[in-house]
């Protein structure tokens, strides 16, 4: 039997990646820093998954399988070591902490095996970080014959996410997911999946992230930012409002229009691209989800600004954008730290600093200005508060 090692035992870990590899016979193994999510895995042995599928919604339990904390022991040695797949589903800024934690094992392999190769699958939604997060593993190692044998036998790849996954909080046992869409994954490889299901090894990916990052995330956030700001709690209902559903199509149109001027892409490669089957009885994917991190969504590379600089290179009207961006500064969600984080700083340093600092721009440009008058616009609609 195969074995799979998850670094990240949240939302996606557990209610995509375990579930995936679950229903293909795989040993899988989880390692979280929360103590509070392994703990919830291991209370029942189980947790539980209700799947919608494009014809039918199937509710999964998840059993058989093992989960560590980043122990000072590094208990989890053993199932690493074991392990030729790492799935790492991980926001941005933890890469750095668990390439850290993981060095020391990579090490333990380079003595113990170094005839054997692992795969390391990253799952975020940033792109062009695989330099930065291979570089993060490299300078935890000890000496160059080990970056060496690093460099040879650990492949770190990007990979598209297309499925949505929720519970309640991170340590839920409960969740929720769609499946309708594969992990489309950079080549190559060295681990052999060809068993498991919705995992799609591909050419391309990065372009192919860009696009995706660009045409479905950029209309989904600012649904969010701006469903936030007139009440509502999930997506497809704030999508279906008429001042929203207008901001969606100008972002998106504005997109693609840059994404065609940009790429080698035609507009039916786009839509094969954009294109997510509807599942059955899908759940509500929520505002707090889609919008949570404002400040990772509003940086100079992400699905807004990294259209608008492409926007501004081909000469596209891209209005639509600077208000989504203006609704994300506007974004005041109390459960979520960077939102809290964006207010104070606008408190203590100004709009135009604020915005300037967060988007990468000089605070005197003509895209700052444009989010600046767009927020102030949705003020004076009495939608800030």
């Not at 790492?86 to 902490?97: H, N, R, S, T």
Request: glycine residues 6%.
């Amino acid at each position: 039997m195969k074995n799979v090692l998850i670094v990240g035992a949240g939302r996606l870990g557990k209610g995509f990646v375990g579930e995936t590899f679950f229903n293909a016979g795989w040993n899988i193994s989880f390692l979280d820093k929360d103590p509070k999510v392994i703990k919830e895995l291991l209370k029942n042995g189980n947790y539980k998954v209700r799947v919608h599928k494009t014809d039918t919604v199937v509710d999964n339990v998840i059993s058989g399988y093992q989960a560590f904390t980043t122990d000072k022991q590094h208990s989890v040695s053993e199932a690493f070591l074991s392990s030729d797949l790492l799935m790492l589903p991980l926001y941005p800024e933890d890469f750095k902490e668990a390439a850290h934690y993981l060095g020391e094992l990579f090490e333990q392999q380079f003595k113990q095996n170094p005839n054997s190769k692992k795969t390391l699958i990253c799952l975020t939604n940033k792109n062009h970080i695989i330099p930065e997060i291979t570089a993060y593993f490299r300078d935890n190692l000890t000496n160059q014959e080990t970056k060496d044998w690093f460099d040879s036998h650990v492949a770190i790849r990007d990979s598209i996410v297309r499925r949505s996954t929720d519970a309640e909080t991170n340590y839920s046992t409960n969740l929720v997911t769609t499946a309708v869409a594969s992990l489309i994954i950079q080549e190559p490889v060295y681990s052999d999946f060809s068993d498991v299901q919705w995992l799609d090894v591909r050419k391309n990916v990065a372009m192919l992230k860009d696009i995706k990052v660009f045409t479905i995330n950029g209309p989904h956030a600012a649904t969010a930012y701006y469903g936030y700001l007139k009440g509502f709690d999930d997506i497809p209902t704030a999508a279906q409002e008429e001042d929203i559903a207008a901001l969606i199509k100008g972002v998106h149109d504005a997109t693609v229009q840059a994404v065609l001027k940009e790429y080698p892409v035609t507009r039916d490669e786009i839509r094969e691209l954009e294109y997510l089957p509807e599942a059955k009885n899908e759940m509500p994917d929520t505002i707090f989800r889609v919008g949570y991190d404002p400040i990772r969504k509003v940086g100079p590379k992400d699905r807004f600004m990294g259209v608008v600089a492409l926007c501004e290179k081909y000469d596209i009207n891209y209005d639509a954008i600077t208000k989504a961006i203006a609704c994300a500064f506007a974004y005041t969600e109390p459960q979520d730290a960077n939102a809290i984080k964006l207010q104070d700083d606008i408190e203590q340093n100004g709009l135009q600093n604020t915005v300037a600092s967060h988007i990468g721009r000089d605070q005197n440009s003509e895209v700052v200005a444009k989010i600046v008058d767009e927020y102030n616009k949705l003020a004076q609609l009495g939608l800030i508060g």
